[in-house]
Nanobody, 122 residues
Framework: QVQLVESGGGLVQDGGSLRLSCAASGRTFSSYNMGWFRRAPGKEREFVAA????????HYRASVKGRFTISRDNAKNTVYLQMNSLNPEDTAVYYC???????????????WGQGTQVTVSS
């Protein structure tokens, strides 16, 4: 059973930065794509960023491109989301996500962490 534990959320001012971490356990981390999603109050969960199992490919939603960077450290079984130039619209609970199948060629996610709150004040 895969386990995903996020950390690094908090309160930050408009224009500030945060780095989220997601520690994965329960299987061979380096074989799986990883992703980040978020859910703002009153809104549906939305995709934020994803990284391939090899780390060679990344994908971002348009509104965070150029501000957020997803990366992974397979030796630490951890995926990161570096968030810069944060604005109040980025306020949400951020979730780490992983797929059921390894070596995926498409961005499909089946498992979710418990989430970490990010609040950006204006």
């Amino acid at each position: 059973q895969v386990q995903l534990v996020e950390s690094g959320g908090g309160l930050v001012q408009d224009g500030g930065s945060l780095r989220l971490s997601c520690a994965a356990s329960g299987r061979t981390f380096s074989s799986y794509n990883m992703g980040w999603f978020r859910r703002a109050p009153g809104k549906e969960r939305e995709f934020v960023a994803a990284i391939s199992w090899s780390g060679d490919n990344t994908h971002y939603r348009a509104s965070v491109k150029g501000r957020f960077t997803i990366s992974r450290d397979n030796a630490k079984n951890t995926v990161y989301l570096q968030m810069n130039s944060l604005n109040p619209e980025d306020t949400a609970v951020y979730y780490c996500a992983a797929p059921r199948r390894p070596y995926g060629s498409v961005w499909v996610f089946d498992y979710w962490g418990q989430g970490t709150q990010v609040t950006v004040s204006s």
